[in-house]
């Protein structure tokens, strides 16, 4: 075996012994290859105990196997599943395609040996690594015979830099393994477990806080009491228990009207708190006789709720509840709680018939004032969590709604679980599970690679035209569907086109998304607030319809699409920019051990054939991470290679046309669904009944048996991460959060000069509802933000026109979501489907692009508005 390897580095003198022709270290290096050599067929051994053998598998573990997705459950390291699988139930349509062991062994005879390059710590980052990209830089080397004196240079280099250079060959035996060791240990392993240690003591704390909260106090009930208000009389109710302090809360439930539709009436209900002086200490307050009063004091103002100015009226209307927070002082608080007198709710009304009410009083009402600064500490506690990593975004969020509802129950409005169970928006979650289960079982006809290949032929493989008409293609597409929808099923088309063309799909997926949110602002269906501003009834009444909705976004609109893409040309500025930074081998190894992991990480050990699939997925993964070890040691380098489209089509063709055509039937009930629901007489299901209708159709047009798999590949993480948003906005909101940004812009808008009110009007509202819905949710905000805008048109002393405002408005609130990651739906979802597909970009990355566009796209949009509605003033 040496001899044979001598011959291969000696040519020139192939008698000759060994060492006396091609240098001194010459046996060494031999024997080191007779190692590698026999090293390598211990592998090839070993690599066939791997995977288990079929009469291992066993029919629990095959179900296991079918949740898995199709390109791993056809990958060669699960042939035994199979191979039991065609022998139980027959041969499937898709081949089992051949193992590449070109991944595996990437040892080549010209390339045998490595010389490491141990670069300065004081410039790279001091632990060895490529600074840039955190990666042991290696580089191959054809040389058979490199000279010792190099070798002792290198030497001395490691030596210098504190570092030794091991080839460590333990282990299984089949790789390279390069580790760099500091002489004095590893800076970053050190700094690791500081970091998870003040990691888990602070989650820790937090826990403790808010179950503290949870476990101290009780969920908030309150008792309604069923009244009438009598006609020209008065309803009066004693308060029977003395509030902890001077706030109390008064909620009525009936046919009552906005705030904003106060001039629709005449006719009011009026509810005020009145202190009566009793001659001594009441032990029964609900008994007090007329005698027992000696006086009376009205200690708060009086409330007027607006009712209809037609009595019959009120039996057609929908009930509300309307709630005010009463103050009756500290002096007054005092008496009542020294026994001195108590607290009398005062109502009456001038309607010409008897007002039914439901009525309900709080005695510890939350302080808004408190809780906004509470709101704020809680919020920015989730966006220090998602900007630096600390935690998953989806715990995240979970963190902090509980937080949120543990600070609640602190001031004493915990909320019932029927109660949190109302603040998630069900419609929007069903929404979503409708079209991932839908996309799910789309992918499997290979429709998303055939239209990648597709528009790698329109566009002729160049890179910018390409993205052009992707990105204007999913704004069109949002404009008319709502952008949740587009961005699930334009995501996987995206991430294929950049496969074929070996571009990195993140910076062309935030691209995608931003142009989403772009092309949702033009119509009021295309993004959720603009559904509530169009949806509004007293807007709607003012002349704001689809058309003119659409026609006043369409100028600002087209704008804004054109300096974004110019935005987006500067920050991708070479091609450079678009690709990965490493090898396109190496990020392909990288991107197959991430979906094996994550397929690995959806499985558990809690049954045996479980743990069996688990345990063959891991070693899979062990065998790409050896691979991609040796990758990085060899020094790959990038493969210049175009793929001809002849073998693009044929790589890429249409697997299942029949599973295709039913898809394709029930999009189409979908779609046309979706367009319809602008007009709820033609049709009354809403968005979710769609989607989720939808969902079950392909189903059964699919005639699925293994189920579980559609299931596992549902973004089960991002609807749980819309779920806790959902209450976290709402708990802010009971909080007083979105309340105090309202009545904050509108307090600036108030104090302006009457001349330049309009201006100032439309520049808060843009700018606020823009940098708000970057942090927040944007739905509350919208909600909020639509009361204001009413409030202000509907002030005749401010004479401020609506339409303005509500084009300000729904600018404001669709562009300011490409602000960051979590601003917008479509953005959360375009992350989660990446995610699962092996890609992910953080808070961060998409912040350095999305907030610069968001803050572009605003500045076109006040320019427009202060042109078009100040100057030209064309409403």
């Known amino acids: 075996m040496l001899k044979k390897a001598l011959r291969k580095f000696c040519p020139a003198n192939r008698s000759s012994k060994i060492g006396t022709h091609c240098g001194g270290s010459l046996e060494m290096k031999v024997k080191a290859t007779g190692k590698r050599i026999l090293r390598r067929r211990k592998s090839s051994k070993k690599s066939l105990e791997i995977y288990p053998a079929p009469n291992q598998v066993t029919e629990a573990s095959l179900e296991i196997w079918r949740t898995l997705p199709a390109a791993i459950r056809q990958d060669p390291s699960l042939a035994s599943f199979r191979q039991e699988h065609e022998r139980l139930h027959g041969p499937d349509d898709d081949p089992l395609p051949n193992e590449d062991c070109s991944a595996d062994d990437g040892d080549d005879n010209s390339k045998e040996f490595i010389t490491i390059k141990v670069t300065n710590p004081s410039q790279n980052g001091g632990d060895g690594t490529d600074s840039a990209s955190g990666k042991l830089t290696a580089t191959t080397t054809a040389t058979a015979t490199p000279s010792p004196r190099a070798g002792n240079k290198h030497q001395q280099n490691g030596e210098k830099h504190g570092h030794?250079?091991?080839?460590?060959?333990?282990?299984e035996g089949d790789e390279h393994e390069v580790t760099m060791h500091s002489m004095h240990g590893h800076p970053h392993q050190q700094h690791g477990k500081v970091f998870s240690t003040v990691k888990i003591s602070?989650?820790?704390?937090?826990?403790?806080?808010?179950?503290?909260?949870?476990?101290?106090?009780?969920?908030?009930?309150?008792?309604?009491?069923?009244m009438s208000i009598p006609e020209g009389r008065i309803r009066t109710y004693i308060l029977p228990d003395s509030p902890p302090g001077s706030r109390v809360g008064i909620y009525l439930k009936g046919a009552f009207l906005n705030d904003q539709q106060h001039n629709m009436t005449s006719n009011y209900v009026s509810v005020n708190l009145q202190l009566l002086y009793t001659n001594s200490n009441t032990s029964n307050l609900t008994n007090i006789q007329d005698h027992d009063v000696k006086h009376v004091e009205n200690v708060t103002d009086a409330w007027l709720v607006p009712v209809p100015a037609y009595p019959d009226q009120m039996d057609r209307m929908d009930e509300i509840t309307r709630k005010h927070v009463f103050d009756i002082g500290t002096a007054s608080h005092r008496k009542v709680a020294n026994g001195k007198a108590v607290i009398r709710v005062h109502m009456s009304s001038n309607v010409e018939a008897d007002v039914p009410v439901k009525f309900t009083y709080d005695s510890t009402p939350i302080d808004k004032e408190t809780g906004v600064i509470y709101a704020a500490i809680v919020l920015l506690g989730l966006y220090v969590l998602i900007i630096w990593e600390i935690v998953n975004r989806t715990f995240a969020a979970m963190i902090?709604?509980?937080?949120?509802i543990g600070v609640l129950a602190a001031m004493d409005e915990r909320p019932s679980m029927p109660k949190l169970i109302s603040w998630i928006d069900v419609e929007t979650l069903?929404?979503?599970f409708g079209m991932m289960i839908m996309v799910a079982i789309l992918s499997e006809t290979g429709i998303f690679d055939f239209l990648a290949v597709y528009a790698y032929q329109v566009t002729n493989g160049r890179v910018w035209p390409l993205i052009n008409c992707l990105c204007i293609f999913t704004a069109v597409l949002s404009s008319f569907l709502d952008n949740v929808t587009t961005v699930l099923l334009m995501t996987p088309v995206t991430i294929r086109l950049c496969e074929v063309m070996e571009l990195n799909p993140v910076p062309v997926l935030m691209s995608m998304v931003i142009y989403s949110n772009v092309g949702g602002t033009l119509t009021p269906v295309g993004d959720p607030p603009n559904v509530i501003i169009a949806s509004n009834s007293y807007i709607s009444k003012n002349g704001v319809n689809f058309a003119t909705f659409t026609l006043h976004m369409a100028i600002p609109i087209a704008i804004v699409m054109v300096t974004t893409y110019f935005q987006l040309r500067m920050k991708f500025k070479t091609i450079s920019d678009l690709r990965f930074s490493e090898p396109q081998d190496v990020q392909e190894i990288r991107?197959?051990?991430?979906?094996?992991?994550?397929?690995?990480?959806?499985?558990?050990?809690?049954s045996k054939d479980e743990d069996l699939v688990r345990e063959t997925l891991l070693k899979k993964v062990n065998k790409l991470s050896r691979s991609l070890k040796k990758k990085l040691v060899s020094g790959s380098v990038p493969v210049e290679y175009k793929a001809t489209l002849e073998e693009l089509k044929n790589k890429y063709p249409i697997r299942n046309k029949v599973l295709l055509v039913k898809s394709a039937v029930t999009l189409a009930f979908v779609i046309t669904f979706f367009f319809l629901h602008s007009a709820p007489d033609i049709q009354k299901l809403s968005l979710g009944w769609t989607a989720l209708l939808g969902a079950v159709l392909l189903l059964i047009l699919a005639d699925r048996e293994d189920i579980e798999s559609v299931i596992a590949r549902v973004e089960w993480s991002t609807l749980l991460f819309f779920a806790a948003l959902f209450i976290l906005m709402e708990a802010l909101a009971e909080l007083g959060l979105i309340e105090w940004i309202g009545k904050q812009t509108e307090n600036v808008i108030l104090s302006v000069s009457e001349e330049s009110r309009l201006a100032v009007a439309i520049l808060l509202i843009l700018w606020v509802s823009a940098f708000a819905s970057a942090f927040v949710d944007n739905i509350p905000l919208t909600t909020m933000m639509v009361k204001i805008a009413i409030g202000l048109a509907e002030n005749e002393a401010l004479d401020l026109p609506l339409k303005p405002l509500v084009w300000a408005l729904a600018l404001g609130a669709c562009l300011g979501g490409n602000g960051t990651l979590i601003g917008a739906s479509a953005n959360v979802v375009c992350a989660g489907v990446a995610e699962q597909h092996g890609y992910r970009f953080?808070?961060?990355?998409?912040?350095k692009v999305g907030f610069p566009v968001m803050v572009g796209s605003v500045i076109v949009s006040t320019v427009y508005l202060l042109f078009a509605h100040v100057v030209f003033t064309w409403h």
Not at 208 to 223: A, D, P, Q, R, Y
Not at 842 to 847: A, D, K, N, S, V
């Open 591 to 606: 991107h197959e051990i991430a979906v094996w992991q994550r397929a690995a990480a959806s499985l558990s050990s809690y």
């Open 400 to 404: 902090a709604s509980t937080l949120a």
């Open 202 to 226: 602070a989650l820790l704390v937090v826990w403790l806080i808010f179950t503290g909260f949870l476990m101290s106090k009780n969920e908030k009930e309150l008792e309604p009491r069923q």
């Open 842 to 847: 953080t808070f961060i990355e998409y912040f």
């Open 164 to 171: 030794n250079a091991t080839m460590d060959h333990g282990g």
């Open 430 to 432: 069903l929404l979503l």
